[in-house]
């Protein structure tokens, strides 16, 4: 992976991060995953547990103030 991907489930926690986050970082994909689901799976397969969440290029997983758990977004 070469940029990191932040993945939020559009709730206001997730949306506040997502401003903070595009502010620090530089070379970010930003994911919805409560409107775009069918990523949900590639989320999981990338560590994620809650989110909002940032996956760096390196593949490590960074948890960001609790917004939803997985098993919440996906009902």
Avoid at 28 to 57: C, H, W, Y
Avoid at 59 to 75: C, E, P, Q, Y
């Amino acid at each position: 992976m070469s940029k990191s991907i932040f993945y939020h489930a559009g709730c206001p926690v997730c949306v506040s991060a997502e401003h903070d986050i595009l502010n620090l970082v530089k070379d970010v994909e930003v994911v919805n995953i409560g409107e775009d689901r069918f990523r949900i799976a590639e989320a999981q397969k990338a560590g994620i547990q809650s989110v909002p969440a940032l996956v760096t290029p390196n593949g490590n997983v960074l948890h960001i103030n609790f917004g939803a758990s997985m098993a919440d977004v996906i009902g």
